[in-house]
């Protein structure tokens, strides 16, 4: 989980935290900087495997393109998304190559003056 | 787990952080193009599409990835659906432009556009849509478009095959009809006809690619609940048919539910929408039955449209003149429709209080909350078919959540939990398709001040519930917070009694059906074994539907104490109940 060297989280953060869900936060380089136990075990990635790492590392091919753009707009003030804060069907990639169709709820967390995405991921379907 | 630190990060931060704002820039210039764009790999997959791409297929750019292009573009409108657009980009893979008649009167038209990235290997490819409608005619348009139609693409117009659904389709399935008919003369045959309900809406609400998905799927179910003998087609539209042996003309209604049961018991998830959609399809049925020899195939369909036509105009409810009865049903879903999106816009749905008392006093213990959804006119609307229409669309989570905000708002209003009155509430039961309605009814009655130990859910007992085990749960947790669960519309059921020992409830409630023959003698007796039974397994009992007075005793002599009905009140507005409460009695 996140070191003390973090800033406090905020109550939405938190909650998702709690959720018991496979959770993952980015940050605004778009880079992995947490993932839960949850995660590691129904997605398959180690925590070394992701920590530091572009999260287009768990996109399907044809998502990442798209991803990067989107992502890269975020940057722009002033910052808006279609993808926030409510459910989100997407495929995730696993470590060994195969795909979970999953619901993601990803919020933006600002956080001492750093922009966090923060996601819990329901998986809906069997990897495939 | 270890989290990550920024100064042990990339060197490059810094570097990233500026490829970021240029790429930012470089869609936002890329969303202001007035031409649709959409880039592709090597294989036509989606990998990328501006917004007016998205406008342009009706579906978000989310549910596009990774889709072939080809079939994006094959949903467009086109006027001549002759043109083999696959065929076109094979025979010019790496740079080529057509046009495209979107309508004749005005003339639309598009010109789609496409080349390969440069130096890319494999390349991927850049398509452009233009709308090119003043700069045409529709003799140009035309011309260029007969040189396009390959004979190939001649045979597969013929053999009319629904790309969407790989079933026949009605030209094909009334010469089948036609053959089998003159074969086997004397065979009892009937035709099936079967109407997705609200489909219309569907596609209005979830775009035409949800649409899609939910005709393919019911296909798919169709055809898994099809006899070997039985022949399946769609009819056009949102219309399937099957053409089924008969052994006798008992076997018509079995086939009816069996195909029925086979596409509704179970929800479906369209893949295409952006966010999780639950759709409920409901199938509309009518039916003919032919013996070989007597009718032909045009006829029996014409009197299987008619069946059907009659079943829908019941369904919905319509009292118009026959010639205007499509026209009716239309504008009867709409308004549906259009109560569904008032009350989602408004964030409220009207709520009436029924109040439920002690028999023995009169005296109100609680009230039932009774939603009354109105159209944006203000035309109050029934509510089962409000609810009905609600999880057609696969709005039910959105609705239901809706519906307990409204409810617990009034009662905060009332202030009725002050006085120590009960708040009952009615869940469908989709809401306990999927795990956490408990936990979503505690957290709002959290933030509307509602005590959970003055809460009653009321469960209508359903076989339409996938997967019991998660209802048991749910139910557990909400009791294990004080909530007290009842089993309404008792009674009228198939399986009553399996659920008050398969569900942990507290009660139940009696269906008002058997409170109007209470007078009967035998329903009595009924009546007296159930006010037993209840109380020998510490079951709560509310008797629903007390009307008269001679009810009330009757139901007073079996040993009832709780009751609701017109004799003690009707669902009635907030503002009544406070008016008739500050009354002095």
């Known amino acids: 989980m996140a070191s003390n060297a973090q800033p406090a989280t905020t109550a939405n953060y938190q909650s998702l935290r709690d959720s018991g869900l496979p959770f993952i936060v980015a940050n605004r380089l778009g880079m992995v900087c947490e993932i839960n136990e949850a995660f590691e075990a129904v997605y398959g990635w180690a925590h070394r495997d992701l920590i530091g790492e572009s999260l287009s590392l768990i996109l399907p091919e044809a998502h990442k393109m798209s991803h990067q753009l989107a992502f890269s707009r975020f940057q722009l003030p002033p910052t808006q998304s279609a993808i926030l804060g409510h459910p989100l069907r997407l495929a995730t990639r696993c470590a060994n190559g195969t795909e979970i169709v999953s619901e993601h709820f990803i919020i933006a967390e600002e956080r001492a003056d750093e922009w966090y995405f923060v996601a819990t991921l329901k998986p809906l379907t069997q990897a495939a | 787990m270890t989290a990550f630190r920024p100064e042990s990060g990339p060197p490059s931060a810094t570097l990233i952080q500026d490829l970021w704002n240029t790429l930012g820039r ?5 969303a202001a193009i007035s031409d649709a764009l959409c880039i592709t790999n090597n294989e036509h997959l989606v990998l990328w ?14 549910t596009l990835l990774g889709k072939p292009i080809e079939d994006l573009i094959q949903r467009l409108p086109f006027e001549d659906r002759r043109v083999d657009l696959r065929a076109t980009f094979q025979q010019h893979p790496e740079v080529g432009a057509i046009d495209m008649l979107m309508r004749k009167e ?12 440069t130096g890319e290997n494999p390349p991927s490819t850049i398509f452009t849509f233009r709308d090119i409608s003043d700069q ?34 009605r030209p094909s399935m009334l010469r089948d009809i036609e053959a089998t008919l003159a074969a086997d003369a004397g065979q009892l045959r009937a035709l099936l006809l079967f109407n997705v309900r609200a489909f219309r809406l569907i596609n209005d609400r979830h775009g035409y690619s949800a649409g899609d998905e939910l005709l393919a799927e019911i296909a798919r179910r169709l055809k898994q609940a099809l006899r070997s003998d039985d022949a399946l087609a769609r009819m056009g539209g949102d219309q399937f048919g099957v053409f089924a042996k008969l052994s006798d003309i008992e076997e018509l209604s079995a086939i009816t539910h069996r195909l029925k049961g086979a596409v509704e018991s179970t929800p479906f998830l369209p893949a295409t929408t952006q966010a999780v959609v639950e759709l409920n399809p409901q199938l509309d049925a009518g ?32 009292q118009q003149a026959d010639s205007d ?10 308004a549906m429709s259009s109560a569904v999106d008032h009350c989602l816009q408004h964030n409220l749905i009207p709520i ?3 109040p439920m008392v002690m028999l023995e006093t009169g005296e109100p213990y ?3 909350a009774l939603a009354r959804p109105l159209t944006a006119d203000g035309i109050p609307i029934p509510v089962h078919r409000f609810m009905a229409l609600s999880e057609q669309l696969g709005l039910m989570t959105q609705v239901g959540e809706l519906l307990i905000r409204s409810t617990f708002d009034v009662f905060r209003q009332g202030r009725l939990a002050h006085e120590g009155m009960r708040l009952s509430l009615n869940l469908s039961p989709s809401q306990f398709a999927h795990s956490g309605i408990a936990d979503r009814l505690v957290t709002i009655a959290q933030q509307f001040q509602m005590p959970l130990d003055l809460l009653t859910v009321e469960i209508t007992e359903t076989a339409l519930v996938a997967d019991e085990s998660i209802m048991r749960d749910e139910i557990t947790q909400l009791r294990e917070r004080g909530v007290y669960v009842l089993l309404d519309d008792f009674g009228t059921g198939f399986s009553s009694l399996n659920w008050i020992f398969n569900v942990p409830t507290d009660g139940i409630k009696i269906d008002r059906s058997y409170t109007a023959a209470v007078t009967d003698p035998r329903r009595r007796l009924i009546m007296a074994s159930l006010a037993n039974m209840c109380r020998d397994l510490g079951l709560d009992v509310v008797v629903e539907g007390i009307e008269t007075e001679q009810h009330r005793a009757l139901l007073q002599e079996l040993g009832f104490r709780k009751g609701q009905g017109y004799l003690f009140g009707k669902p009635m507005s907030l503002d009544t109940i406070s008016t008739s409460r500050s009354r002095p009695s």
């Open chain 2, 26 to 30: 470089l869609e936002s210039a890329l």
């Open chain 2, 49 to 62: 599409c501006n917004q007016q791409f998205e406008e342009l297929v009706s579906a978000p750019r989310l």
């Open chain 2, 106 to 117: 005005p003339i639309s038209a598009l010109r789609i556009e496409w080349s390969h990235v």
């Open chain 2, 136 to 169: 045409v005619t529709l003799e140009e348009l035309r011309s260029q478009q007969i040189e396009l139609i390959s004979e190939e693409t001649r045979f597969a117009i013929s053999s009319a095959l629904c790309p969407i659904t790989g079933l026949k389709m």
């Open chain 2, 287 to 318: 039916s003919a039955v032919i013996r070989g020899g007597q009718s032909t195939p045009h006829s029996l369909l014409r009197a299987a449209e008619m069946a059907l036509d009659r079943v829908q105009r019941g369904a919905s409810s319509s």
């Open chain 2, 325 to 334: 009865g499509g026209q009716d049903e239309l504008r009867d879903e709409l």
């Open chain 2, 352 to 354: 009436a209080l029924q």
């Open chain 2, 366 to 368: 609680g009230f039932e």
